[in-house]
């Protein structure tokens, strides 16, 4: 292990720009490599068998449900008749990790999974800087084989708002606030996906690397701008913040806290083997 303190805002709300010290634990990730292989096709290929082992299995479950009449109207009956079976991505999206989501996040067993594991996706890393001396301390969002969908270079400082693309591929169950319940708030929040999608570039992660962008994609240098990074460049996986002694200092494996009333130019990753299907938000 080892003690690093932090400057800069790159990873804020999670590490404030100055003053933090962190500890970082430099062995699990020597020892268990990436998670799921450094193999991008090999990956590709274990989810995909995965996701089609687990779709049998919800797909009996879901005909059983839409068979199961009893007590049921006959407008019900004639609605779960017509429905179709869409599967999701077998694997829930991570929970972001801000203050509501720290304890399911901090539990035992899930740090018990971090010491057992190599690097996973919402890790916190430290790393060497790929291009020039120094560290930098950020959250691993891609691995081999995923797909990466990024802001344009020259739009990760303007105004648009990327979080529109990341609602593409997360299945929200119908919920949606943007719209207004109506056809014009359906339109623009089409346009504004359209004009999202434009302003992107497509980017697979190459074998034996990692995508990592700082929890402030407003401000902060990464993955984005240098594009994906070697495994071997990471020092350790941060395990808690040691100073100063302020609210949940366990550093969790989550996704990056997405600010609700802020600019947000941060990738949207697609996990490799996915073909279309949507996430569904973990609960």
Known sequence: VDLVSCEGPSMLPTIQPSGDIILIEKVTHRIYGIDGGDSGEQRAKDERTAQ??????????????????SQKSKEMKRRRKDEVYVPTWYKPKIPQAQHDNHKLLSTLSKSIERLKSGIALGDVVVLQHPDRDGTVCKRVLGLPGDLVLRPKTGRLHGRSDHRN????????????????????????KRSHLEASLNNSSLTVVPDGCLWVEGDN????????????????????????????LRG??????????????????????????CEGEAQVESK
């Open 248 to 273: 949940n200092a366990l550093m969790v494996r989550g996704g990056r806290p997405i600010p609700k009333n802020a600019p947000f130019t941060g990738s949207t990753v697609v996990p490799a083997g």
């Open 165 to 188: 693309v990341a609602k593409v591929f997360v299945d929200d169950n119908g919920d949606d606030d943007d719209d207004d319940g109506n056809e014009d708030g359906v339109r623009r």
């Open 52 to 69: 089609k082992n687990w779709e049998e299995i919800e797909h009996k479950k879901w005909l059983g449900s839409r068979n199961n009449t």
């Open 217 to 244: 994609s407003w401000n902060s240098a990464d993955s984005r701008h240098y594009g994906a990074v070697p495994a071997a460049l990471v020092i350790g996986k941060v395990w808690m913040r040691v100073w100063p």
